[in-house]
T-cell receptor
Framework: QKEVEQNSGPLSVPEGAIASLNCTYS??????FFWYRQYSGKSPELIMFIYSNGDKEDGRFTAQLNKASQYVSLLIRDSQPSDSATYLCAALRGSTLGRLYFGRGTQLTVWP | ETGVTQSPTHLIKTRGQQVTLRCSSQSGHNTVSWYQQALGQGPQFIFQ???????GRGNFPPRFSGLQFPNYSSELNVNALELDDSALYLCASSFAGGLTEAFFGQGTRLTVV
């Protein structure tokens, strides 16, 4: 079982819709969770992180964490074509010097 | 822009050769981690450096080695290159003791032929 699992997609939504990206993790010792956006051929770009149960909102993005279910999600409201990218979920395990475990990413396409 | 810079951006090497990749961390960050990202996969942790010492290593053979310098910049060295080493190599900069948000450089695309 991989540390972090993501549905690789592709996920396709129309412009203006809500895109929902999901991630599960296997290690209950994971402490913080990160969502990165990666455009083709580029490096991952941090969108947001979450470490407490519940929701965290930042602009059009909302991260949700449920530690009991070992589930993390990212909602993108009012999706734009520029949001089309691969979204990587990562879990931080260990101390503050811990490593990130990444899922393989979900490819999102937002069509006009 | 994250303030993390990597060089070179692209590199082509022959199987069996050695390669050195470089990374300058973001100002104020004292920890550097290296990741390998194969096509269609998520980044895989290679190792991490903190205070010039290796602090954790992923499932990579010893021919992958690294260094961290007093200014927190870092190098990744790969000896005896294999075709499967072809990947995007990412350097991530973070601050130990903080929330450890890791910011990535633009990556080095290594092709082994």
């Amino acid at each position: 079982q991989k540390e972090v699992e993501q549905n690789s997609g592709p996920l396709s939504v129309p412009e203006g819709a809500i895109a929902s990206l999901n991630c599960t993790y296997s290690d209950r010792g994971s402490q913080s969770f990160f969502w990165y956006r990666q455009y083709s051929g580029k490096s991952p770009e941090l969108i947001m992180f979450i470490y407490s149960n519940g929701d965290k909102e930042d602009g059009r993005f909302t991260a949700q964490l449920n530690k009991a279910s070992q589930y993390v999600s990212l909602l993108i409201r009012d999706s734009q074509p520029s949001d089309s990218a691969t979204y990587l979920c990562a879990a931080l395990r260990g101390s503050t010097l811990g490593r990130l475990y990444f899922g393989r990413g979900t490819q999102l396409t937002v069509w006009p | 822009e994250t303030g993390v810079t990597q060089s070179p951006t692209h590199l082509i090497k022959t199987r069996g050769q050695q390669v050195t990749l470089r990374c300058s961390s973001q100002s104020g960050h004292n920890t550097v981690s290296w990741y390998q990202q194969a096509l269609g996969q998520g980044p895989q942790f290679i190792f991490q450096y903190y205070r010039e010492e290796e602090n954790g290593r992923g499932n990579f053979p010893p021919r992958f080695s690294g260094l961290q310098f007093p200014n927190y910049s870092s190098e990744l060295n790969v000896n005896a290159l294999e075709l499967d080493d072809s990947a995007l190599y990412l350097c991530a900069s973070s601050f130990a003791g903080g929330l450890t948000e890791a910011f990535f450089g633009q990556g080095t695309r290594l092709t082994v032929v």
